[in-house]
């Protein structure tokens, strides 16, 4: 019988406890500051990321991980015994990682590793890892397990707010024209993930009101029965994310609700203050 690992990369933002409580493997993404590259959460933490940001004249760019890092992985894994990896990544639309871990799995010999576009990021690629884990700990054949991830990712919801969208213009990751005209109209665009882009979601005039909006998309699925597990997710703005935590609790005192955050990678196309909620 098979033994499957699951793999996913930092950009998961999956705290050290949860990585070592269900055995998850993680590859790191970098940020680059004045040609200086820093693996996020290893050579550089999120607080001190954006305390970087705020202080740097040059803006960051990004860094996917080497091929070697998932050579070097997967050839340690199948000295371990593990005959596949359920690897798990970032939207294959904003960075190569995906596409650099499949290309490693085909020069080693051995195991076998099964790609997975989370088609987005942070907290809800967390959650797919989660659960990806959680089914190979009872077994499950790698083949089911992305069958169940297809499937969670359909039902998956994530919107955001960001307070200056220059970072995602500059990245490319926002088409120019829609943040110029944001800029000037002074509108806080709602952001979501569609077939694994950033695009605008709807238009709002202030991030109060869009953030209401998310929240009202929120309560009306939760109303419905329809979600298991809510995250609020900032970029450097904890205490925004409090206070979503609190207005979701007033109206719905049984749910759980966690807070997760932008780490660095993903933090320097946001920029800081950003907040987001997701719910699956």
């Known amino acids: 019988m098979g033994k499957t690992a699951v793999l996913t990369d930092s950009t998961a933002y999956l705290d050290k406890q949860t990585l070592e409580e269900l055995g998850i493997y993680t590859i790191p993404l970098s940020v ?15 607080d001190a990321f954006y305390e970087k940001l705020s202080t740097e004249e040059a803006l960051p ?34 960075s190569g990682t995906l596409q650099t871990a499949l290309s490693a799995g085909e020069m080693v010999d051995g195991i076998t590793l099964h790609g997975v576009d989370s088609e987005i990021s942070c907290a809800p690629q967390g959650f797919l890892a989660r659960t990806a ?3 190979a700990l009872e077994g499950t054949p790698p083949e089911n397990i992305v069958a169940e991830l297809e499937k ?15 970072h995602l213009r500059r990245g490319g990751r926002l088409n120019g024209a829609q943040a110029l ?9 709602i952001l979501h993930f569609e077939e694994g882009l950033i695009v605008p979601y709807a238009k709002v005039r ?14 009306d699925d939760l109303t419905a029965g329809n979600v298991n597990e809510v995250t609020v997710i900032h970029a450097n703005n904890r205490a925004g994310a409090m206070q979503l935590k609190e207005k979701i609790a007033e109206q719905h005192p049984t749910t759980t609700i966690q807070i997760s955050y932008f780490g660095p990678v993903i ?12 719910w699956y």
């Open 32 to 46: 680059i500051f004045s040609g200086k590259n820093y693996r996020e959460e290893m050579d550089l933490s999120t």
């Open 61 to 94: 760019t990004t860094s996917q991980p080497a091929i070697g890092m998932f050579t070097e992985l997967l050839q340690e894994l199948k000295d371990e015994g593990y005959t596949d990896v359920v690897s798990v990544h970032l939207s294959a639309k904003i």
């Open 133 to 135: 884990a959680k089914l």
């Open 152 to 166: 969670i990712k359909a039902q998956i919801r994530a919107y955001f707010v960001v307070h200056d969208l220059h």
């Open 181 to 189: 005209i944001g800029s000037m109209l002074q509108i806080k665009p």
């Open 206 to 219: 202030t991030e109060k009101k869009a953030l209401n909006h998310i929240l009202d998309m929120l309560f």
């Open 267 to 278: 933090g320097t196309h946001l920029g800081s203050g950003s907040l987001g909620v997701s």
